[in-house]
């Protein structure tokens, strides 16, 4: 019976969720998306001088940052979700490592699983008061955590970067700290860390999705940005993610008209391959030409990814489309499965943050793959290699 009450709880809950994305974007029409419209509208003014007031603060040092002592990139963007951010910051460690630094990324684990309350209280209790140390996903040499305790895209880094720490904490000074005295890392990269300014980044690289820059340019909860457009001016570089390589004028005249020092670079998310889920069978993509496919995928632009698969010459019989981090139950997982077994379809294909989401112990019928993306530069440097040497070693770049 509690079961059955919890599941009708978390379903109303995923509807009200989804309800609130339509509205956000455009999609719902009615007197009760309309009230409901200028409610979000209300919090947003709220929320706008909350978000200003602290910037604010931190640029008059009445409230302080706190530096380190080694390098710290600063990867985020001005809204929330779809940008296409964690291959950036794995594209950049690897880069980093391979470059010689000690590097360590600090997420904040969006949705990991907090530490049971009852150990909470009796860590405390045993060690006189003090907060529980940092989540360690990866020390360099193996992945601790599963993508439940450490959320999906500290995971996802870890298992993609051998060499490379991730660690996991709200607090990013802490757990740079953290990752200093104990690792001996020279390199901080902050995951989503555009909005973290207690700890300054000696480089700012905003991220902004060329094909929805700003959604209906308000901040959250009516749209979808974390804080003004104007507060681009904070970057260092500014990548235009998800770029066609044409260029868009009026968005770079925004751009230089809150920055003009920011150097602007174009780059693409590129599919690489087709990786089989829990298993080791990797396939090119020419496979998918003419193939039957299912699509499902929990992120913020799933239109993105499904594109893709069409892109590929694959024609898309199923999608099944969840909220952005979406946990998937055993049962919506089956009935998945049964749709695409029922429809004899050659593939399911889900993306590689999803992936890490699924039950090593569920299978399903037809093949599962996830579409594995990677990261081109377009324009601003021949190679994203050549960027890195740029960005953080300008002193080798100009000799």
């Given at each position: ?77 001005l ?69 439940e ?59 902004i ?10 901040l ?47 780059c ?27 699509a ?19 024609s898309?019989f ?69 960027a ?12």
């Amino acid at each position: 019976m509690l079961k059955k009450l919890l599941a009708i709880m978390r379903n109303r809950l995923n509807r009200f969720e989804q309800f609130t994305v339509d509205v956000i974007y455009g999609r719902r029409s009615g007197w009760s998306a309309a009230a409901y419209s200028l409610f979000l509208q209300f919090n947003s003014f709220l929320y706008s001088g909350i978000v200003q007031a602290r910037v604010w603060l931190y640029k008059k040092r009445i409230l302080h940052d706190q530096p380190l002592g080694c390098l710290v990139v600063v990867v985020g963007n001005l809204t929330v979700g779809g940008t296409g951010k964690t291959p950036v910051v794995e594209k950049f460690a690897r880069s980093l490592t391979e470059r010689g630094r000690r590097v360590a990324i600090l997420s904040r684990g969006y949705k990991s699983k907090s530490e049971p309350l009852l150990k909470q209280w009796w860590r405390r209790l045993s060690h006189g008061g003090e907060p529980p140390p940092p989540k360690v996903v990866s020390d360099g040499r193996e992945v601790l955590l599963d993508s439940e305790l450490a959320g999906d895209e500290p995971y996802m880094l870890a298992r993609n970067l051998p060499g490379v720490l991730v660690i996991v904490d709200k607090n990013r000074v802490k757990s740079g700290s953290y990752a200093i005295k104990k690792y001996g890392v020279d390199t901080l990269i902050l995951d989503d860390g555009y909005q973290y300014l207690p700890l300054k980044g000696r480089l700012n690289l905003l991220l902004i999705d060329k094909t929805n820059p700003f959604g209906n340019e308000k901040l959250l909860p009516r749209g979808i940005l974390r804080e003004p457009i104007k507060h681009l001016k904070r970057a260092s570089y500014v990548l235009l993610t998800k770029s066609d390589g044409h260029p868009d004028g009026e968005l770079e005249e925004l751009i230089r008209h809150h920055n003009r020092e920011a150097e602007i670079i174009e780059c693409s998310h590129r599919p690489s391959h087709l990786q089989e889920v829990d298993g080791e069978r990797r396939m090119e993509l020419d496979v998918l030409q003419g193939c039957r496919v299912g699509a499902f995928s929990g992120i913020a632009a799933p239109e993105s990814f499904e594109g893709f698969l069409r892109d590929l010459g694959a024609s898309v019989f199923l999608t099944k489309r969840f909220l952005d981090h979406h946990r998937f139950t055993r049962e919506e997982l089956a009935e998945i499965f049964r749709q695409a077994a029922e429809a004899s379809l050659d593939f399911l294909i889900t993306t590689e943050k999803d992936a890490v989401r699924i039950p090593a112990d569920v299978r399903s019928e037809v093949p599962l793959f996830y579409l594995r993306l990677e990261i081109e530069i377009l324009d601003g440097g021949h190679d994203f290699e050549e960027a890195v040497s740029r960005i953080c070693f300008p002193e080798l770049s100009r000799a």
